[in-house]
């Protein structure tokens, strides 16, 4: 059943995003996209900057995928599924747990996943830019939101924004 | 001790900061701290750093895991179920709006270049963000060839991500006990 799969997926995900929110965006994408085809790369790619203008957590793209694959009781079972296990951990974390939690296993877990974990993002980017990037136009767009985002404050949403209008500008 | 406060009262609270939340987990701890320890004088600072502490090394989005560790503190299961259903709910709302209005427009041409644009420029944010995560996740050596097998054996074996991590994650256990008790 579709909307049982995406709940389980999204508690799969978020189990294993060790690193936080952002973490959890190669994972999303390798699952939405190239294991289940739930989404196009252009479709999750859009689904990043939505994650960014909207506030709060960046794992909230589950709610775009989810809504893709089944509307709005799939965005619900998504999400729900996104956030359900990390609030019980931490819940269980302000609560008794607290000890188990600065555990040199859990810890050294994390440091091994981390690093797995940036490693998939490469995967990630080289699947979106691969659809991403198909003219000179479109390379100087991230080009200049590399540099925009890692050298100044301007915010995301500014960012997307401009290679909106660029976009639209430099179209055939 | 911290005063208790009612599920409902927290899911204000954490609503306000939700729908406020713009800038990632920094802008909304300062936030938090704003209302919470400055305003609302329920917390310490300290307190706030105790929950990141806590919740940092967790797998999860951090800033959602800080919120309800916070509502625990102040009300219980209840209280912080409340605050992390609030806390979310305003980008959820957001989100499926955002996401019908592209189901809506994503075929329309003019749509679909403004598309193409924005979808250029997060291949430059996640380039960055791929930096940034690697600069603190990747340290040693061993970092890297994790982080370069996790990539090959996706790409050429496709291998499930989620194995992968385990299986990142439980490298990370073999090897580090043994750095962890050399430095004790």
Same mark, same amino acid.
């Given at each position: 059943?579709?909307?049982?799969?995406?709940?389980?997926?999204?508690?799969?995900?978020?189990?294993?995003?060790?690193?936080?929110?952002?973490?959890?965006?190669?994972?999303?994408?390798?699952?939405?996209?190239?294991?289940?085809?739930?989404?196009?790369?252009?479709?999750?790619?859009?689904?990043?900057?939505?994650?960014?203008?909207?506030?709060?957590?960046? @794992?909230?793209? &589950?709610?775009?995928?989810?809504?893709?694959? =089944?509307? *709005?009781?799939? #965005? /619900? +079972? $998504?999400?729900?599924?996104?956030?359900?296990?990390?609030?019980?951990?931490a819940a269980l974390a302000a609560g008794?747990?607290?000890?188990?939690?600065?555990?040199?296993?859990?810890?050294?877990?994390?440091?091994?996943?981390?690093?797995?974990?940036?490693?998939?993002?490469?995967?990630?980017? @080289?699947?979106? &830019?691969?659809?991403?990037?198909?003219?000179? =136009?479109? *390379?100087?767009? #991230? /080009? +200049? $939101?590399?540099?925009?985002?890692?050298?100044?404050?301007?915010?995301?949403?500014?960012?997307?924004?401009?290679?909106?209008?660029?976009?639209?500008?430099?179209?055939? | 001790?911290?005063?208790?406060?009612?599920?409902?009262?927290?899911?204000?609270?954490?609503?306000?900061?939700?729908?406020?939340?713009?800038?990632?987990?920094?802008?909304?701890?300062?936030?938090?701290?704003?209302?919470?320890?400055?305003?609302?004088?329920?917390?310490?600072?300290?307190?706030?750093?105790?929950a990141?502490?806590y919740?940092?090394?967790?797998?999860?989005?951090?800033?959602?895991?800080?919120?309800s560790y916070?509502?625990w503190k102040?009300?219980?299961?209840?209280?912080s179920?409340?605050?992390?259903?609030?806390?979310?709910?305003?980008?959820?709302?957001?989100?499926?709006?955002?996401?019908?209005?592209?189901?809506?427009?994503?075929?329309?041409?003019?749509?679909?270049?403004?598309?193409?644009?924005?979808?250029?420029?997060?291949?430059?944010?996640?380039?960055?963000?791929?930096?940034?995560?690697?600069?603190?996740?990747?340290?040693?050596?061993?970092?890297?060839?994790?982080?370069?097998?996790?990539?090959?054996?996706?790409?050429?074996?496709?291998?499930?991500?989620?194995?992968?991590?385990?299986?990142?994650?439980?490298?990370?256990?073999?090897?580090?006990?043994?750095?962890?008790?050399?430095?004790?």
């Open positions: 059943m579709i909307l049982f799969d995406l709940l389980w997926r999204f508690m799969l995900i978020s189990v294993v995003a060790f690193g936080g929110g952002q973490a959890a965006l190669p994972l999303m994408e390798r699952v939405a996209v190239a294991e289940r085809a739930w989404l196009t790369p252009a479709m999750f790619s859009t689904a990043v900057a939505f994650g960014y203008i909207t506030p709060g957590p960046v @794992l909230i793209v &589950a709610t775009f995928v989810g809504f893709q694959v =089944a509307g *709005i009781p799939g #965005a /619900a +079972v $998504a999400t729900l599924g996104a956030f359900l296990l990390p609030w019980l951990f008794q747990i607290q000890r188990m939690t600065r555990s040199p296993v859990l810890k050294a877990f994390g440091q091994g996943a981390a690093p797995a974990v940036v490693g998939l993002l490469g995967v990630t980017l @080289l699947s979106l &830019a691969g659809e991403a990037l198909v003219d000179g =136009a479109r *390379i100087a767009i #991230a /080009a +200049v $939101a590399a540099v925009l985002v890692a050298r100044t404050k301007i915010h995301p949403v500014w960012i997307l924004m401009g290679g909106a209008m660029v976009g639209f500008f430099t179209s055939r | 001790m911290i005063k208790r406060v009612s599920a409902w009262h927290l899911f204000r609270i954490f609503l306000r900061a939700g729908c406020l939340g713009f800038g990632g987990l920094g802008s909304v701890l300062v936030l938090i701290e704003r209302d919470l320890v400055d305003r609302r004088r329920l917390l310490d600072a300290e307190q706030i750093t105790e990141l502490t919740t940092k090394l967790l797998p999860g989005s951090t800033v959602v895991q800080v919120v916070l509502g102040l009300g219980g299961w209840r209280g179920a409340a605050a992390t259903t609030a806390f979310v709910l305003p980008a959820f709302v957001m989100m499926l709006l955002l996401s019908v209005a592209y189901a809506r427009v994503k075929d329309v041409p003019m749509a679909r270049a403004a598309i193409d644009g924005v979808n250029a420029a997060v291949t430059g944010l996640l380039a960055v963000a791929m930096y940034k995560l690697g600069a603190s996740a990747v340290k040693t050596w061993v970092g890297f060839v994790i982080g370069a097998t996790a990539l090959s054996v996706v790409v050429f074996f496709r291998a499930p991500i989620v194995i992968v991590v385990v299986a990142a994650g439980l490298l990370g256990i073999w090897i580090h006990p043994a750095r962890l008790r050399a430095t004790a």
